[in-house]
């Protein structure tokens, strides 16, 4: 596809994924997509994270239809359970409890919409990570320090979340905080956007 100017829109209010994607120096907007992130009945974690990454993108783009649109989402996979953010300490506290001594696998996906161009593209990456056998104590003291409420599986790896894991895998360093760049941009290729 030939290098085109459109508008570039995050679809997202992210702090984190607004963070990342400026490190590409592209300018770009952000927009709130207004999307169910409900999971649907036996849906996977991996099929919910491109679900709505796609359904972001979509929202966002039936309003900005010139604009080339990127929607994103992360579900913590525990075991084929998905794990949205947990909202508050209890359900955080929670959350941890369960992830302590086990693998997590977090699933992020990205997508790129530009409904005049037609263009449509999702990728997944997936991150193996394995937590520590953490106390409680532990696990409260991390909470009362960072309050991650707002992160999928209840810990920032770039943050002092990092300090609750054993090893991280994977082959997109960024999609673990919430925006696969090296999928992004080359999605955003695909689509026309010179990075």
Do not use: W
């Not at 520590?132 to 992160?151: G, H, N, V, W």
């Not at 955003?188 to 010179?194: D, E, K």
């Amino acid at each position: 596809m030939p290098t085109i100017s459109r508008p570039l829109i995050l679809g997202s209010t992210s702090r984190y994924r607004h963070e990342l994607l400026s490190r590409l120096r592209l300018p770009f907007d952000v927009v709130a997509p207004d999307v169910d992130e409900t999971p649907q009945p036996h849906e996977t974690p991996r099929a919910l994270a491109c679900r709505l990454a796609l359904a972001k993108a979509q929202a966002v783009a039936n309003l900005h239809p010139q604009a080339v649109v990127i929607g994103s989402d992360q579900v913590a996979d525990l075991a084929g359970e998905p794990l949205g953010k947990p909202g508050n300490h209890a359900r955080a506290v929670e959350q941890l409890q369960r992830m302590r001594g086990q693998t997590v696998v977090f699933q992020t996906a990205v997508a790129v919409v530009c409904l005049s161009t037609g263009f449509t593209q999702c990728e997944l990456a997936s991150v193996e990570v394995k937590f520590r056998d953490l106390s409680d104590a532990e696990i409260q003291a991390y909470l009362l320090a960072e309050q991650p409420y707002d992160c999928a599986g209840s810990a920032k790896s770039e943050g002092l979340g990092i300090s609750l894991l054993d090893a991280i895998a994977n082959d997109d360093p960024t999609a673990l905080v919430g925006l696969p760049l090296i999928r992004t941009c080359r999605l955003l290729r695909a689509a026309g956007v010179q990075v």
